[in-house]
Structure formats: structure tokens, C-alpha cells
């Protein structure tokens, strides 16, 4: 009974006491009101910077990108890789001729360029064009000896890579040496177009070459020339049996005017 007494009460405060409150307008008067808007170009430039790493409170400042240092460049918001960049492609001889070449430099964004492009100051292209468009220093070639190069001092040769160079110094060592410069054309793919390109190039000193001795060498050291085949060789051991070859003897054992004319060059009797 009491708690019902109590409910009730409570209930009547609650729908009573509502009616002797009076309200009061409340009037904004003389606040503070501060509202700022950021432009485009100014969010643009923030962002952008920051983007690239960059401090963006810092302040931006005129800049030739001909001239500019690698701290400048920091400063601008490349950032340590971009700066490098920009520097070894203006090292390797690009010049900037106008503000949208800076878009060329690898990492640069059109974001980026934007917020640069009113402090891109260009000048003094045409004395820098000259320095660029000097005419290299052109070096004499150097004129390689056949038989005393090793396989580095070939490849000094204008037209000849890793490749033929190995090429080159197995197939001497099979000859015992090369007695004319158009041997080269015997080379496993070497090309009249590339002997054409070299010969200007390279000497050839016979006088270095090694040769055979026909009558005292064994079958396996004759045999690894070149110039005879197997079966030429048990030729020329067979007749050495019965008597020491002369330069007659192995022409006629030879049979091939071409071929005796090649070897002779490279036999001792």
C-alpha cells in the first residue's frame, strides 16, 4: 500500500513540475566565428609534398632544376631517392629546356609537378645546350697482334664480344698461331661482314706461330690440327714408317694443292 502511495507521488511530480519552468531564448550574440577554406592549388601542395615525403609546412622557393643541389631538392620534397634521381639523369647530360621536362625525372607525379611548377625557373639553356652537344674525343683503334693477344686483349676489338674472343684464342691454339689475318674466317660463325669490320684493327705476326714437327710428334699432337683429319694422319704415319717425309713426300701424300699450301706453313721436317 505505501509502495503504491509512492509510485503515485512520483508520477504527479513528474507531469506537475514541468509546468513552473520557464524557458529562456537564448540569443548567439557577438561569437567568434572563424571558417578558412583551403584552395585547391594550397591542398593540392600540401598533399602532394607529403605524398613525396616532404615537410609541407616548410616553404617552397624558386629553383633551376639545371642547377639545383641535392639539399635544395630535398628541401622542395624529393626526398633522398628522387634527388639522386634527378641528379644522375642531368649528370648523364639532360638538359632542362622548359618546366615540363621536369615531368621526365622518374617518380615525379602530376601532383607534384603542379605544386613546383610556378617556382621552375629555367635559365642559360643555350650556353648549357652547347656544352652538351660537344662532339666527343674519337680515340685511334688500337691495333691488336693476333698471336701474342690474350682473350681480355681481343675483346679491345671494335666488333668482338666474350664470345668470339673464346672463339678466336681456342681456334689459335689449335693452329699453333695464325699466319694470315683472314684465318679469322675459319672461326666457328665468324662472318665476311665482321672480318670487313676488323681487319683495320688487328696484325698478324707469323713469326710467333708453333709448329709440327712431321717426323717426331706423335699421332694424337698431328691429329689435333686443324687442318687433318683423322684419316690424313694415319696417312702420314703409315709413310713415316718406312721413311722420314719430306716437304715432296707430304705433297703428294697430301694430293690437295690447297690444303698443302695451308699446312706447309706449320710443318717442320
Do not use: W
Not at 675483346?155 to 681456342?170: D, H, T, V, Y
Not at 684465318?183 to 676488323?198: A, P, R, S, W
Request: hydrophobic share 40%.
Amino acid at each position: 500500500m505505501v509502495l503504491c502511495v509512492i509510485c503515485l507521488l512520483l508520477l504527479a511530480v513528474r507531469l506537475i513540475y514541468p509546468r513552473f519552468i520557464t524557458k529562456d531564448n537564448i540569443v548567439i550574440e557577438n561569437l567568434p566565428l572563424k571558417e578558412r577554406k583551403l584552395d585547391s592549388a594550397e591542398q593540392n601542395s600540401g598533399y602532394a609534398r607529403k605524398v613525396m615525403g616532404a615537410d609541407p609546412t616548410k616553404p617552397l622557393f624558386s629553383f633551376d632544376p639545371n642547377t639545383v643541389t641535392f639539399s635544395q631538392l630535398k628541401d622542395l620534397g624529393f626526398g633522398e631517392k628522387r634527388a639522386a634521381i634527378l641528379l644522375k639523369f642531368r649528370a648523364k647530360g639532360f638538359v632542362f629546356k622548359e618546366q615540363e621536362d621536369l615531368k621526365k625525372v622518374y617518380g615525379i607525379n602530376e601532383d607534384f609537378y603542379q605544386t613546383l611548377k610556378p617556382y621552375i625557373t629555367i635559365e642559360n639553356v643555350a650556353s648549357k645546350d652547347a656544352v652538351v652537344e660537344k662532339k666527343p674525343i674519337i680515340k685511334a683503334a688500337k691495333i691488336i697482334e693476333l698471336n701474342s693477344a690474350d682473350s681480355l686483349t681481343l675483346l679491345e676489338i671494335n666488333g668482338i664480344g666474350p664470345s668470339f674472343a673464346k672463339r678466336i684464342l681456342k681456334y689459335k691454339i689449335l693452329l699453333g698461331g695464325f699466319v694470315r689475318a683472314d684465318q679469322l674466317k675459319e672461326v666457328y660463325g665468324f662472318t665476311e661482314e665482321m672480318y670487313d669490320h676488323i681487319i683495320s684493327q688487328i696484325t698478324v705476326n707469323a713469326s710467333l706461330i708453333k709448329k709440327l714437327n712431321i717426323n717426331t710428334d706423335d699421332f694424337k699432337t698431328i691429329n689435333k690440327h686443324p687442318y687433318l683429319s683423322f684419316e690424313l694422319t694415319k696417312l702420314i704415319f703409315n709413310a713415316k714408317r718406312k721413311e722420314p717425309l719430306t716437304a715432296e713426300v707430304l705433297k703428294s701424300l697430301l694430293n690437295d694443292e690447297i690444303l698443302y699450301s695451308k699446312l706447309l706453313p706449320y710443318i717442320n721436317f
